[in-house]
């Protein structure tokens, strides 16, 4: 068994947060409190969790040449999720639109975190030795804590993105 578990179960841990917030906001409808509060955490913990997970995980796969596609792959799946909150944001949400938006992040996002803990960390953890398990553990949780200080909510129309 390696000392990789750890780390991953707490990547997960967060993960199925995740999926519990996208369960919630499914089931709000209109322009209401409890949506914009929940989209509101959502944004935060996802976008937080992203950034300390580039910098406590991906940073080390990228060095790792078996690795470097899957977390090409994964790191630019993180940036389009941002565009996607940051055009959900921008969405009328009393409007049909935000829902229609809402289903496809709610798809995408899953469809991303099934993947890294189906395929990326079950074959990342074959790359790791112990130096870099203990640069994770030290790293994810104080990062997050930091990026959570400074993460927002930041509506903008795909369209008009910059980059
Ligand atoms: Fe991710
Ligand atoms: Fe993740």
Known sequence: MSNAEGIFARLKEDHDDHRKLLDEMADT???TDRRKDLLEKFTKEVKSHAAAEEQALY???LR???TTDETRHSV???HELNEALNDLAATDMSSSAWMAK?????H???HHINEEEEDHFPDFEKHLND???AHMEKVFDRRKEEEQESAEVTPE???DAKE
């Open 29 to 31: 409808s209109g322009e």
């Open 59 to 61: 940073s080390t796969m």
């Open 64 to 66: 790792k040449p078996p």
């Open 76 to 78: 630019a799946e993180h």
């Open 102 to 106: 809402f289903k496809q992040l709610d």
């Open 108 to 110: 995408d996002y899953r």
């Open 131 to 133: 130096d870099d398990i």
């Open 157 to 159: 129309k795909k369209g």
